[in-house]
């Protein structure tokens, strides 16, 4: 029996389109325990562009 996919909350629109192009790129999601684990892997993957403005963006919002 497979179980459920980890869910995690992405903090903006941006990260989130990158990441459901990683899973239906790569045909699975990302294991990762939080969000900040997921946009460095898709920084890395080359799915989003500049994390760092994008992690200022985030903070801005709080």
């Known amino acids: 029996m497979k179980g459920k ?4 909350r992405l903090p903006n629109t ?3 389109e990158a990441y459901q192009r990683y899973c239906s790129d790569h045909l699975r999601s990302l294991d990762a325990q939080s969000s900040v684990l997921i946009m460095r892997e898709l920084k890395i993957q080359g ?6 403005s994008i992690n200022q963006k985030t903070l801005q919002k709080r």
């Not at 996919?5 to 995690?8: A, E, G, I, N, T």
């Not at 799915?47 to 760092?52: G, T």
């Open 47 to 52: 799915y989003l562009n500049d994390l760092s």
């Open 14 to 16: 941006e990260i989130r």
């Open 5 to 8: 996919p980890f869910l995690v």
